[in-house]
Structures are given as structure tokens and as C-alpha cells.
């Protein structure tokens, strides 16, 4: 009886394009809240649904991707990275110095990231081998980190080398960002869904007791996922200098707390075991829809970030309605 | 018997989406009685005593109390009823001591600040209630669950509950501790309080129950008195006979596979020594603290030992190494399923292929699609009721859950499996699927080691018993010779000065 139920064939791949179409936002709340907020800004303000302006939209929304693409790994691990925003400085300015120095601005490339995923690895061993609670031990890398960017920097600005510098422009109409968002985005997406590192992420915040009885290598891998968060924060960071044509000592101040949300609002659970690329991709256009429709609107910075708040609140709400219903 | 009914439920019925939950289901309960409920995993007994607690209101029918038709919307108004419920999750604050825990929710006050002289004498009145003896300023997390448990009841009664529903309370007790429950319950019985108890073992029902409503697939089947022969209830619960609780057929033994030399953990284990054959079981009996799940964990690589070698067809295995471990064949059914044994929200084929995860993998990459047609092949062997293996493991039955957990070790192919309590929370159904399972693997060829705290259970389904007592292996009995006296008189043997949990 329940055989020919189970060998039959999956469901999904017989399934129409707008019945997968229907799942995904049943699945995905926070898309919907995307199209709903898009559909507002549009009618508030038709400015909003320019080309121009999208491209904006998503240039703003690259950053804080990119960070959030890092933090999602950490998180679906069960764990939480308030450090990227710091780290994503240290590496910018890293950058800017090793190209200072005179050595080839390729190095200077591969250096800043190199230097994150270096500092994601410090907190990550301190998490899985000395035991700190992630919140801590990340936190501690959030000072440290931005405390050695202004050791580094002296607190002043270092130009970017052109090496790098080509991240933060266009091609064609299209601002690199954008690209580096999408693929670093790939690379998440691919990562957790179809790598043994991504599936015992979930296994690991699923159950971290389970896990680990199942010979999963538990420590190693939650290691490996900060240092990741750390590569990607680097990446992240390279790309803010870029656009500046700078490394700033204070650049990506708080920008953790953005990453965050992004996760959270794209569906992830703080609790772990639960979180997907393609909702914090949702959970940061989320973000710069907001803000970017706010600015149109003429609506003050300030009151800006009340709607923010209140927009993560009402996300998060929504998904544990949505779950207790069905 | 002419006073109304402490409790009736009157032809309820629950849906939950589009599953129905209960159909039409009564049930009344009488003061100072114990009324048995019994039916399998999905029988709809949980969803029912939710009912009683306030958790869910009925779709349809009525509740009575004291022969008033009212609703339970809420557990205060349950509470206010006089109805106490203790879940098969304990509702404990670990970190706090059991003065606190016992007097949560209603923490004696004066002017403001909590009264401490109060609270102490409230939960050593409701401890002594029960009989039971622990340090009032102790964590809920230092003490074993069976004492968690104990609490948890004292807890219960100290709110003066007229009517207590115990879900599987003794599911995690041994069978001293059991008797002891089962005293306690009677002694409530005489002073009037109405009871609904639930439970798989056929024996206690009938040990301290009255009357018992069988349930199946939702659906009311039967009440029958608890002194009911064992296989009527089976016959009821089931809608089949079962002809064997115990289906054990012993294959011819060959060579050891998993031998354990002299392991030793301070504290908790002694210079341990055994082995287990090719086609054996091996049954860990002992009461709960003796070390059997302590050894299983050691052996599996979960925890460390400080002596000793273990070595799995003659290779010594690294110890404190889980994936050296699952890489010699050994497979380890934890004792918590929930907790230890599945990641509840991942899905059916996500935690069949955990252990072999990483050994199926092209380079980093997961063969996913393979997973999911081993998943699938497992499932249909194992006879896993879901119509999908992508659905979330979590909303399986129990039975089913556990035997996801024992496909895990199906799949790795690992010929020695380690099995601590494998049919707990598992209905009878399910229970003779798990002991069958146990003969395919061992007619195969595999090595079985299983602690259980349920004796029958481990003297049912062993070739051979090994008595813990205190860390120690205090005895061997070979299956012929394993009766529940002999074993507990090993069991007992030299504990009780070290035993004052």
C-alpha cells in the first residue's frame, strides 16, 4: 500500500510551472512580502519600477547579500556571526595595504579575502574546539577585527588598487556587485543543497546531538562554516572598498546586524537546522526595497530605520504564524 | 459507582487539517479509579488526554466534569478543574532546583520577594507525598530522569489535582522504580483521585488499572476491564492477533565480532569485558545508573574511556572517535530518539543517509539522488510508513521514527549495532517489527548488543544476559537460565551503598 506510493514517481517533477510557482510562495513567505512591498513602492512612487532604479536597488542590496550569504551557513548551523561587518573591514584595508606596500594588486585581491576566511577560522575553532558560545566568540572578532583595521589603517582611509577597484563598476549597464551578488549566491544555493558540508549544516543545527552519533565530523565542519562566513565577509568588504575606491577603517559598521536580518527574514531559524540561499537573496532585496522606496519618498533616514525594525518584527511574526498554521 | 463521572468525553472528534485525529470518541473516568488507555502510535491517545489538558478543544462532542458540560480551552482552565497532566516531555526547568520546579507558576511570595521557607516546605510536602527522597536544592538536570519524572508528578500533586492523566509515565523507570509509581498510584486511588494512564506494557495495565478504552486509528473500540487476557488487548489495539511478542529465532553463532576488553571510565564504568558473536544477541540488563548506556556510548566512540580496548572483528577500534567507529561497523540506536537519534525537522531520506553522508560523496559533492533511492529502498524493506521520504521525519509515529534511526545503520552496513532502550515509545506493532528486524541482522550474520530497562524485553530477545551493577558486569546468564529473579538479584548485588541518587 504505501509502496506504490513511494517508488512512484516525486510529485515536483510532474508538477506544472504554476502549481511550482504557487509552492514556492507557499513555501517562501518572505517572497511574497517581496512582491507585495515591490507592488507598494511601485504604486507610491512609479519611479520605483525604472530599470535604472532596480539596478540601484540591487547595487545597495550587495553588500549585505553577500555578508548574509556567509551568515546563512553559520546559521543554519545553529551558530551566529556578528563579526562580518568588522571582518569585511579588515579585509578591505588588508587589501588596500598589501597593494600599498607595492606587491601586485592581484595579491591584494586574494589577500583580503584570504584574511577574512583567516579571521572566520579564529572564531570558528573557537567555537567548535574551545567551546565559546558562537554569540561570544563572534563578538570578540567583531572588536578585535575592526580594532586591527584601525591599527592597520592608522584610521585613514587606503586607496584601492584598479585590481580591485573594476568590482565596484559597470558592465554595460549592469553594476559588478550585482554580479558578485549573484554568484556568491550560486555558490551558497549550491553549497547547502547539494555538498556533504551543506547537508551536514543542516543535520548539525537540525540536532547537533544526532548528528554528531551519526559520525558526522561536527567539529570540523561548524569550524569550516565560520571560516566561510569569514571568506565571504571578505569578499563582501572588497566589494564596499571598491565602490569607494577606498578601504574605510569604519566601513561596514553594523552592517552584521543588516546581514542578520536578511537571514531571519528570508526564513531561517535562529535555532538552526532551517534556512535557504534563495530567502536571504529575498531577506536583503527586502532590505534595500525598503530603504531605496523610503528615499523616494523622501521619507527621513531616521523614520527609515523604525520601518526597518518593525518590517523584520512583522517578517518574523508572519513565519511563525505561517508554521503554526500548517 | 451512581455519582456522575468525574470526566466524560462524549462522542469527541478532532481534525487537524485534513487528517482526523479522533472520530467520535468517548471515554469517562471515575473518581478514585485508574482508566487505562491503550491503543498504538496515531491511535489518537495523545490528541485525546490533549483534549482533558486544555491543549486542543474538540471539534465536535462534549466534555463533562462532574457530570456539568463544560470547555477546556485553556491548561488554567484545565487546572482549575483539578486536572493535572504529566506529558512524555517533562515540563522542568533543568537549571532550576526541585524546590523551585515544584513550586513554579505559584513561587510563594512575601512582600514581593520569593519565601523561601515556604517553598521548602511546600515541595517537601509534595515529596513526601510521593516518598521520594531527593535534595530539595538540587538541579532538575543532576537528577536521572526516572527522578525527573518523580518530581514531575509531585509537582502535580501538590496543586491537589483530583484527576491526574499520566502520559507513558513509566516509560523511562525500571521496574523497582515502576512498583514504586505504581504504590504511589494507588495510595492516590484510595484518597479518591481519578486517574487516565497510558502505556504499551499490557502488564501494568493491568497491574493498576480498572477498566481500559482501547483506541485505533482515532476511532473508540472498545472498553473492557484492565484484567483483560493480554492477547484480547493485543487483538483490540492491533485488529490483528500477534502470536509472539518475543519472535526470537537464534541463528547458529560464528565468530566475535565486537569484543570489549577491560574498558574502563571513571565513574562510571568498570573493567568491562564481553563479547558478541556473529549472530548473537547480547542483552545489557541493570537498573538505570548501572552503566549501560554509559558502555554503549563508550564502545560507539560518543563518549571517552580511559582503559581498555574495544575491537570489532579482531581490529581494535579508536575510541572517542564516532566516525571510526560507524567506519568498523558499528551502529548506535541512542536511547533518546528525539534528542539523539533524528534531526526532527530534516526529512525522512535526510536521516537515513546521515552516516553514510560523506561515504557516498563524489569528491564534496552529496549523491542526492542516490540517498533518496536508498531512502526509498530502505523505507519499502523496512516497512517505514510515509508516502514521501522527503517529508520532515518528526511526523512519523514512534515506531517509525525508531526505525529510521535503525535504517541509518542499515544503510552504513554496519554489522555490529548497538542498541539502547529500541522500543521505547514504540507500540506493540511496531515493537515485534523491531525484534524481527533484530533476527534478519543477526541471521545475517550481525552482532547485537541491546540495554533496555525493560526486562522482559531484554530477556525476551537474548541469547545471553549481561548484569550490570555499579559500573560492573556483576553477572552472565545464558537465556535458558535468565529469569527476571536471577537477574535482579545480580542487578542489586553490591549497589545500594553507592546508589543514594
Not at chain 1, 512591498?37 to 519600477?49: K, N, Q, S, V, Y
Not at chain 2, 575491537?311 to 530518539?337: N, T, Y
Request: glycine share 12%.
Amino acid at each position: 500500500m504505501s509502496s506504490d506510493t513511494t517508488t512512484s514517481p516525486p510529485r515536483a517533477e510532474t508538477r506544472s510551472t504554476r502549481q511550482r510557482i504557487s509552492a514556492l510562495l507557499a513555501e517562501n513567505g518572505a517572497l511574497v512580502g517581496l512582491l507585495v512591498i515591490c507592488l507598494a513602492m511601485f504604486i507610491a512612487t512609479p519611479e520605483f519600477l525604472t530599470a535604472r532604479n532596480l539596478l540601484n536597488v540591487g547595487n545597495q542590496a550587495a553588500v549585505v547579500a553577500i555578508l548574509a550569504f556567509g551568515v546563512t551557513l553559520v546559521i543554519v548551523a545553529a551558530g551566529i556571526d556578528l563579526s562580518v561587518g568588522s571582518v569585511a573591514a579588515l579585509s578591505a584595508i588588508g587589501s588596500g595595504w598589501i597593494a600599498a606596500t607595492g606587491l601586485p594588486g592581484v595579491l591584494g585581491l586574494v589577500g583580503g579575502p584570504v584574511l577574512g576566511m583567516l579571521a572566520g577560522l579564529v572564531s570558528g575553532l573557537a567555537v567548535a574546539y574551545g567551546r565559546l558560545p558562537s554569540f561570544i566568540a563572534t563578538l570578540a572578532m567583531l572588536s578585535v577585527a575592526r580594532g586591527l583595521t584601525l591599527v592597520i589603517s592608522g584610521g585613514r582611509p587606503v586607496l584601492m588598487p584598479p585590481e580591485i577597484n573594476w568590482l565596484g563598476a559597470e558592465i554595460g549597464p549592469v553594476p559588478v556587485p550585482i554580479l558578485v551578488m549573484l554568484v556568491m549566491f550560486a555558490i551558497t544555493a549550491f553549497v547547502l543543497n547539494r555538498t556533504v558540508f551543506g547537508r551536514s549544516l543542516y543535520a548539525i543545527g537540525g540536532n547537533h546531538e544526532a548528528a554528531r552519533l551519526s559520525g558526522l565530523p561536527v567539529k570540523r565542519i561548524t569550524a569550516r562554516a565560520y571560516a566561510l562566513s569569514g571568506l565571504f565577509a571578505g569578499i563582501a568588504g572588497l566589494v564596499l572598498a571598491a565602490r569607494l575606491e577606498s578601504a574605510q577603517p569604519q566601513a561596514a559598521d553594523t552592517y552584521e546586524l543588516d546581514a542578520i536580518a536578511a537571514v531571519v527574514i528570508g526564513g531561517a531559524s535562529l535555532a538552526g537546522g532551517r534556512g535557504k540561499a534563495t530567502g536571504t537573496l529575498v531577506g536583503a532585496l527586502v532590505l534595500a526595497v525598503i530603504r531605496n522606496g523610503l528615499n523616494l519618498l523622501n521619507v527621513s533616514a531616521f523614520w527609515q530605520q523604525v520601518v526597518i525594525g518593525l518590517v523584520i518584527a512583522l517578517a518574523v511574526g508572519a513565519d511563525v504564524l505561517r508554521r503554526r498554521v500548517s | 459507582m451512581t455519582a456522575s463521572p468525574l470526566l466524560q468525553l462524549s462522542g469527541v472528534h478532532k481534525r487537524f487539517g485534513g487528517i482526523k485525529a479522533l472520530d467520535r470518541v468517548d471515554l469517562t473516568v471515575h473518581a478514585g479509579t485508574v482508566h487505562a488507555l491503550l491503543g498504538e502510535n496515531g491511535a489518537g491517545k495523545s490528541t485525546l488526554i490533549k483534549m482533558i489538558a486544555g491543549v486542543h478543544e474538540p471539534d465536535a462532542g462534549e466534555i463533562f466534569v462532574d457530570g456539568v458540560p463544560v470547555r477546556i480551552p485553556d491548561t488554567a482552565t484545565a487546572e482549575s478543574f483539578g486536572i493535572a497532566t504529566i506529558h512524555q516531555e517533562l515540563n522542568l526547568v533543568p537549571s532550576m532546583t526541585v524546590a523551585e520546579n515544584i513550586t513554579l507558576g505559584r513561587t510563594p511570595r512575601r512582600l514581593g520577594l520569593v519565601n523561601r521557607g515556604e517553598m521548602r516546605r511546600i515541595a517537601q510536602d509534595a515529596l513526601d507525598r510521593i516518598g521520594l527522597r531527593v535534595d530539595l536544592d538540587r538541579t532538575v538536570a543532576s537528577l536521572g530522569i526516572a527522578h525527573q519524572q518523580l518530581v514531575e508528578i509531585a509537582k502535580a500533586l501538590s496543586v491537589d489535582a483530583r484527576l491526574l492523566v499520566l502520559d507513558e509515565p513509566t516509560a523511562a523507570l525500571t521496574s523497582t522504580e515502576t512498583e514504586h509509581l505504581f504504590e504511589i498510584l494507588r495510595s492516590l486511588k484510595d484518597r479518591g483521585v481519578g486517574m487516565v494512564f497510558i502505556s504499551h506494557h499490557l502488564d501494568e495495565i493491568a497491574a493498576v488499572g480498572d477498566s481500559v478504552t482501547v483506541l485505533r486509528d482515532g476511532s473508540f473500540v472498545d472498553e473492557v476491564p484492565a484484567d483483560a487476557p493480554e492477547s484480547q488487548l493485543v487483538r483490540l489495539m492491533v485488529g490483528r492477533g500477534i502470536e509472539k511478542l518475543y519472535p526470537r529465532r537464534a541463528p547458529a553463532t560464528g565468530r566475535p565480532r565486537l569484543e570489549v576488553r577491560e574498558l574502563s571510565s571513571q565513574g562510571r564504568f568498570d573493567e568491562v569485558s564481553f563479547s558478541v558473536r556473529a549472530g548473537e544477541v547480547v542483552g545489557l540488563a541493570g537498573l538505570i545508573g548501572a552503566g549501560r548506556t554509559e558502555v554503549l556510548r563508550a564502545i560507539s566512540g560518543v563518549d571517552k574511556y580511559d582503559t581498555g580496548q574495544v575491537l570489532v572483528d579482531g581490529a581494535p577500534v579508536r575510541g572517542q572517535d564516532v566516525s571510526a567507529a560507524v567506519s568498523a561497523g558499528i551502529g548506535h540506536v541512542p536511547e533518546d530518539r528525539k534528542e539523539q537519534g533524528l534531526v526532527l525537522d530534516l526529512s525522512v531520506e535526510d536521516n537515513l543517509g546521515l552516516a553514510t553522508l560523506s561515504r557516498t560523496s563524489r569528491g564534496p559533492l552529496a549523491d542526492l539522488r542516490g540517498q533518496r533511492r536508498r531512502a526509498r529502498e530502505v523505507t519499502d524493506q523496512l516497512q517505514i510508513k510515509t508516502d514521501d521520504v522527503r517529508r520532515p521525519v518528526g511526523s512519523l509515529s514512534g515506531g517509525n521514527q525508531q526505525k529510521v534511526v535503525f535504517g541509518r545503520w542499515l544503510l552504513a552496513g554496519s554489522g555490529v549495532l548497538l542498541l539502547d532502550e529500541p522500543t521505547r515509545g514504540v507500540d506493540v506493532g511496531s515493537k515485534v517489527e523491531i525484534y524481527e528486524l533484530i533476527n534478519s541482522l543477526t541471521s545475517n550474520g550481525g552482532a547485537v548488543l541491546l540495554a533496555s530497562s525493560e526486562l522482559p524485553e531484554v530477556l525476551g530477545i537474548s541469547d545471553r544476559v549481561l548484569v550490570m551493577a555499579g559500573g560492573r558486569v556483576a553477572g552472565e546468564l545464558p537465556s535458558a537460565e535468565a529469569t527476571q529473579d536471577a537477574v535482579m538479584s545480580l542487578a542489586v548485588k553490591e549497589v545500594e551503598p553507592t546508589h543514594v541518587q
